[in-house]
């Protein structure tokens, strides 16, 4: 990607994800007292700074969907981009095309994270896009607060690339984005014979959380025959990760660290989101121990939501279908 396009993919993106998080939030925090407003972002917040230790935080928390999607949108839509374009088109002639043709089924898609990847990957071969070659996803996820949130930031993210007829656009070098993104088609089965991608990005746990996971992941192996899975996780988790059954499936690749993300830089809005919620409404929140004040401040107005946070760590596993 080049640096104007990436530059104004990032303006895009941080302003519909911006307004999206304001938007939830108000919603969120309407007929509530600050107080109360203050104690479920802390408690929320507290709970996503323990994602890689157990339990798993509860992504029913209606409080923690935007704050997921402030801290790890970007950098998880940069993962799942990186990956689709880098290491699946250079693995295997069959996968070569890239997903173009593809119908691609996004498991536990928190909020719509792959799908935001899939549709700038297939964007870069957008001049091979015909009615019969388009790309379709399903993005599925568990959790109600998740799942809307990513509805709501892939509409706004619509909205502001606005139409290829608007007279003005500002981002010019986003039209293929733009038409890839319009002519994605949500749709749960895939009934138009393409093949299908099978992805789980970030979606691997211990327990019981992660056993529910796998099996549902098995079952849709067994329904939806993908010719890839792919799937990632915090370093940490790596031996939670779903495989498929090996006689009928080729792991490609498992790297212990990722390679290099391919997007770059920060996005201003969110991270000014951010700041302002610990700056107006933590500030006298009470019923936290004072070491969790100061983290939960550390953690909101310390760091920018960036493409690639600093010790951005994972390990991804690719499988292909032998008979593919
Ligand atoms: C760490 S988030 C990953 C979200 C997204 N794929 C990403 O890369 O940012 C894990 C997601 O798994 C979802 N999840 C947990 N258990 C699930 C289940 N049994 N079925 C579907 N989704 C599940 C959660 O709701 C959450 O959105």
Known sequence: M??????????????????????????????????????RLMKAQLA????????????????????????????????AYTL?????????DTLSKGPLGVHLE????????????????ASEASE?????????????????????????????????????????????YLGSFRDAARRLKFRRRNNYSAPVWLTAFHG?????????????????????????VLTTSHRTRGE????????TYEGLHRASKGPSLAITGWLPQVTAWRRRIAGELLADVGGFEPWEHERVNYLLSEFASSWSPPRFEYVFSLYVRKDS
Request: charged share 20%; hydrophobic share 35%; with cysteine.
């Open 2 to 39: 080049d640096a104007e396009t990436q530059s104004q993919l990032t303006h895009a993106l941080d302003t519909a994800m911006a307004r999206t998080l304001q938007e939830r939030l108000d919603y969120l925090c309407s007929g509530k007292s600050t107080k109360e407003v203050g104690q």
């Open 48 to 79: 996503l700074d323990r994602m890689s230790s157990d339990p798993p935080p509860n992504y029913e928390d209606e409080w923690l969907a935007p704050l997921y999607l402030a801290w790890y949108g970007p950098s998880h839509i940069n993962m």
């Open 84 to 92: 689709f374009t880098q290491v699946i088109s250079q693995q295997d």
């Open 106 to 121: 996004d498991y536990a898609c928190g909020p719509f994270t792959g799908q935001f990847a899939f549709a700038l990957a």
């Open 128 to 172: 091979q896009f015909s009615e019969t070659r388009l790309p379709s996803i399903y993005s599925d996820d568990s959790s109600d607060p998740m799942w809307s949130l990513g509805k709501n930031v892939w509409d706004t993210t619509l909205d502001v690339l606005g139409f290829p007829w608007d007279v003005q656009t500002p981002y010019s």
């Open 204 to 228: 691997a746990y211990p327990g019981d959380v992660g056993q529910v996971l796998r099996e549902k992941m098995d079952v849709l192996v067994q329904r939806n025959k993908p010719t890839v």
């Open 240 to 247: 939670n990760m779903y495989a498929p059954p090996l006689d």
